[in-house]
């Protein structure tokens, strides 16, 4: 089903944009048949018993975002001459997303081997996560990418996956400290000062991230990922509230002194002010960007205009990435994009399932991590171009352009494979 819908998709674009079938339209489909059997091939005989729905949505969501990017490209490049196309490097890296998925469940026959690596794995992910400052340059006002000679990659996409399988080793040690002790002040059981170390660190760290790469997307998930994590391990209503109270004073004093962050701030509370005469708008809101993306949303009403029949090039440079949810807005309606969140919902529940049905406390914790680390970047995504929150320049898990995400949460899905996977052979063992 997964294929049938992408390339029904992908033909019916082609249709409305050209009047005929795409050049290309036999290629993808083998393409998009052969990235749904080799998985599922591979999963029946290393992960037989993992949960079913995991790898069919990654394969849906991802040739939705190829088909998605194939009609942005007709649009680009009608209206910006010489626009490159991006749909078959996004393929290609499609390709190589699921090949690493492939290798992952083939070389990683037990999830609990990562629990032994936790303190390398946090070194690794703490010096990605801060390379991008000491690089020159930014892109659209953040630092999130590193360059190597002509390749780049965004560092932040894999640091999530490195983060979330330190916390759960880190949790699983130290769960009954910072479970069973603390003070009470106010009613409120506040976690002992040693205890609160750890969560100090990290709230620093995602201020230095906010600050120094001006990348609020990353600090927000970073942050969260843990909050969560330390209250599915204690199941202390106290850590949410710190985590709260400190997420909340970060971000005012860095959104009161930091240009670029203050930027998204205001263009977020006055999106239509771009239309405004110059003397009268809000500094930083220059761009039209997310109001272009609130009027594509409005067209598109319940049912869209259809692929291919609306504007979704208007946003400009970022309708490839972050914003290539108002295409879906536009022109597959409310009807469409509740669609695409509900799949994203889906995902995020049988990876939460899976840690459910887990019998060992280390991969419970990891696919609690792994799911609320998608969940957040959806929300952080989806809520930034529907106006709820500040934008935020992150990109939409496999529907967006980005070899470095594509490859990132197909690294995500193979671990929650796993886990699923061992999850069901200890039910099975048990009946």
Known sequence: ??????????????????GGFPDGFAGFAAAMTCLALVPHLVARRYAPYADPLILPLAVLLSGLGLVLLYRLDSAYAERFKGSESTAPNQLLWTVIGVGVCVGVLVVLRDHRRLQRCIYVLMAVALVLLMAPAFFPGDTYGAKRWIFVGPLSFQPGEFVKTMIAV???????THRDALALTGRKVFGVRLPPGRQLGPLLGVWVLSLLVLVLERDLGT????FGLFVVMLYTATERTSWVLVGVVM????????GSVEPHVKGRIAAWLHPFAVYLPKDRQPPGTGSEQLANALFGFGSGGVTGTGLGQGHPELIGFAGRSDFILTTVGEEMGLAGTMVVLLLYGLL??????AALHSRDPFGKLLAVGLSAALAFQVFVVGGGVMGLIPLTGKALP??????????????????????????????????
């Open 1 to 18: 089903m997964a294929v049938l819908i992408s390339c029904f998709g992908y033909a019916y674009t082609g249709l409305s944009v050209a």
């Open 166 to 172: 330190f916390f759960a080793g880190y949790l699983v």
């Open 219 to 222: 600090s927000l998930i970073f």
């Open 247 to 254: 997420a909340a004073a970060g971000a005012t004093v860095v």
């Open 348 to 353: 995020v529940q049988r990876g939460m399932s």
């Open 398 to 431: 496999f529907l967006a352009k980005g070899g470095s995400s594509l490859v990132a949460n197909w690294l995500l899905v193979a671990v929650l494979v796993r886990i699923s996977d061992s999850a069901g052979r200890a039910r099975e063992a048990e009946a």
